[in-house]
């Protein structure tokens, strides 16, 4: 199966290209510029696999949640590409796809992205059997400082939450992490990694079906938000 992967949710620009389980990839940390980089780094991807759009069996998507232009970039390519090639997607969280990264360990992965606004998309998970993470319960988005985890177990943390919010969400847990990477962001390969089982077992869905997940509702503080955040001192 030639399964292409793309994920935009958060300053990293990455797809990835999984030919008969070999994956390849590009990625870049280029805010803003996920627009201008995707489509040629798709094309690089093909040119190096040699292979050309039409051999492509299904597409894998990050739905989010992240930056909203970036979500919405992502799912709009995919979804594009699903249609004129009629193939499948298998959308991905995008919280799943930073997880699947953390080293491998006992440990339970706390997943947290800065979603700006004091607050960040967070999501805990388990590495299965088959090396796969798995969530343990629903992603939401909060205040770091109100994040509410399970007390009886070792954590590692991974995302850009953890280097905007590190004093708050190290006091959320039990004891020190037994791994932390703030600088860590979802990528392609790992959302291909994710999808592939689930494109095996037949659950891709039609590109119009394939939705985002952005879990904020809005974008920006209203003015008298931002007045009310504003610092005493300055």
Known sequence: MNLLAIETATEACSAALSVDGRIIERSQIAPRRHAELILPMIEALLAEAGIGRAQIDGIAVGRGPGAFTGVRLAISVAQGLALALDVPVVPVSSLAALAQDAPRSDAAILAVIDARM???????????????????????????????????????IVGTGWDAYRDALAARLPASPVFADGQRYPQARAVAALAAPQFAAGRGVPPEQALPVYLRDKVALTLEEQRANRPIFS
């Open 118 to 156: 004091g607050e960040v998309y967070a999501g805990a998970f388990r590495r299965g059997a088959d090396g796969l993470v798995e969530a343990m319960n629903e992603e939401t988005i909060g205040r770091a400082d109100e994040l509410i985890l399970p007390q009886n177990i070792q954590w590692s």
